[in-house]
């Protein structure tokens, strides 16, 4: 399995007492070489650690998070959404994604979304 083939990869984020915590994540391939876009709630977790430690590493996984692979380092930055990211989850997820956008706007939770784009040179 690749990262072009892959449906979860386990996102490794710094907290500030120095310790990780990594969690299984959706990705879909960014335009940009060795970039990918991951979403999440603005007030995760994640999104917090990533303001303070840009630096994280990402491993193939399963749904559960059990490892595929190897980490690799990489960079990660929040960034605006925008329809293309949005469609490229469509695609990569389908019926999954769709199902689980319909609810997310039902309860009003598409606005607490943010978008981080994770680079992993070589991935």
């Known amino acids: 399995m690749t990262f072009a083939t892959a449906p979860y ?11 990780f915590v990594d969690t299984p994540v959706w990705f879909v391939r960014a335009p940009e070489a060795d970039a990918y876009h991951v979403f999440a709630n603005v007030s995760s977790g994640k999104v917090k650690r990533i303001r303070n430690f840009e630096a994280v590493q990402v491993a193939l996984c399963n ?37 689980f956008d319909f609810f997310s706007k039902l309860f009003g939770k598409h606005k607490e979304r943010q978008i981080i784009r994770v680079v992993i040179p070589s991935a």
């Open 9 to 19: 990869f386990n996102l490794k984020t710094q907290k500030k007492n120095g310790t």
């Open 63 to 99: 749904w559960q998070g059990k490892l595929l692979g190897e980490w690799k380092p990489g960079q990660a930055e929040l960034v605006a959404e925008s329809d293309a990211i949005y469609d490229a989850f469509r695609a990569k997820y389908r019926m999954t994604f769709r199902v």
